[in-house]
C-alpha cells in the first residue's frame, strides 16, 4: 500500500506545488501526492517556468483547498507544510491513517521574491532546489526505513 502525503502552503501556488512534484516525479511508486492551500490562488508563473527546465509541466494545473480536501474526509500519513511557521498553525487537524506524521519544511514564498525578472527566476530556482533536496532526503529516508 503507498503512503498518502499531503503538502500543505498557504495558496498552494508554489511550494507545494513543487514538493508535490517532486515527490511524484522521485516516489509515485511508493507514495500518493497532493498539495493544497489555506488559500488556493493561481499558481506562481516563475514556478511553472522552472518547473519546466527540470521537465515537469504544470500548466494549466489547478489549486487545491486544505479545507476542502478536510471536509472530504480525506486521510494521510504525511501532512507536510511547506510556508511559515504562523500559517502552518491555521492548517487543519487531519485524521491520520495510523500514526500521522506532520513535519514542517519552512521555505522561502516565491511570491515574495524581489529584484528584476532573471533575478526572480534565480531566487525560485533556489527555492525549487532547496525543496527538490528535501524531497531526495525524506525519499531516501523512507527507504532506509
Not at 474526509?73 to 498553525?89: F, L, N, Q
Not at 514542517?104 to 528584476?116: A, I, L, N, R
Request: one cysteine or more; proline letters at 6%.
Amino acid at each position: 500500500m503507498k503512503e498518502k502525503v499531503l503538502f500543505i502552503c498557504v495558496h498552494n501556488s508554489a511550494r507545494s506545488q513543487m514538493a508535490e512534484e517532486y515527490l511524484r516525479k522521485f516516489a509515485s511508486d511508493r507514495f500518493e501526492v497532493e498539495s493544497a492551500g489555506l488559500e488556493p490562488g493561481m499558481i506562481n508563473p516563475l514556478v511553472i517556468e522552472v518547473l519546466k527546465e527540470e521537465g515537469i509541466d504544470i500548466t494549466g494545473k489547478k489549486t487545491n483547498s486544505v479545507f476542502e480536501f478536510y471536509q472530504e474526509g480525506r486521510r494521510y500519513h504525511y501532512v507536510i507544510t511547506v510556508c511559515s511557521k504562523e500559517a502552518a498553525e491555521r492548517c487543519p487537524v487531519f485524521p491520520g491513517v495510523g500514526p500521522i506524521q506532520r513535519p514542517h519544511w519552512p521555505f522561502d514564498d516565491p511570491s515574495q521574491v524581489t529584484g528584476t525578472r532573471e533575478e526572480k527566476l534565480n531566487e525560485v530556482r533556489a527555492i525549487r532546489d532547496q525543496i527538490k533536496q528535501k524531497i531526495l532526503e525524506f525519499v531516501q529516508e523512507r527507504s532506509s526505513g
